[in-house]
């Protein structure tokens, strides 16, 4: 069964970073693309960033881009989300995400499996 699981979360101060990993298993890991969502409190689930399964070709919400990082590891089944200069509005549950396929998805609704959330919360 495949499955994702979130760890790395937590509470920092504003302007602390933050590395969230996400362990993928039960698939073939070289052939989804993967990414990380978050969602706040009474609002969607949005697209943070994303990396193809193919050269690892990144994709990031605009608010983020120079601050995250996401990377993937074939050879550990993992991917991960370098946090830096953290703001209060990054607060959300954060998700891993995977799709078959080699285009970066932004899209929730195209999303085929997700992890259960990790905590972040960023305080001012």
């Known amino acids: 069964q495949a499955q994702l699981v979130e760890s790395g979360g937590g509470l920092v101060q504003a302007g602390g970073s933050l590395r969230l990993s996400c362990l993928a298993s039960?698939?073939?890991?070289?052939?989804?693309?993967m990414g990380w969502f978050r969602q706040a409190p009474g609002k969607e689930r949005d697209f943070v960033a994303a990396?193809?399964?193919?050269?690892?070709?990144?994709s990031y919400l605009d608010s983020v881009k120079g601050r995250f990082t996401i990377s993937r590891d074939t050879a550990k089944n993992t991917v991960n989300l370098q946090m830096n200069n953290l703001k209060p509005e990054d607060t959300a549950l954060y998700y891993c995400?995977?799709?078959?396929?080699?285009?970066?998805?932004?899209?929730?609704?195209?999303?085929?499996?997700w992890g259960q959330g990790t905590q972040v919360t960023v305080s001012s």
């Open positions: 990396i193809s399964r193919i050269r690892s070709t990144a």
């Open positions: 995400a995977a799709w078959y396929g080699f285009d970066v998805v932004r899209s929730p609704n195209a999303i085929e499996l």
């Open positions: 039960g698939l073939t890991f070289s052939t989804y693309g």
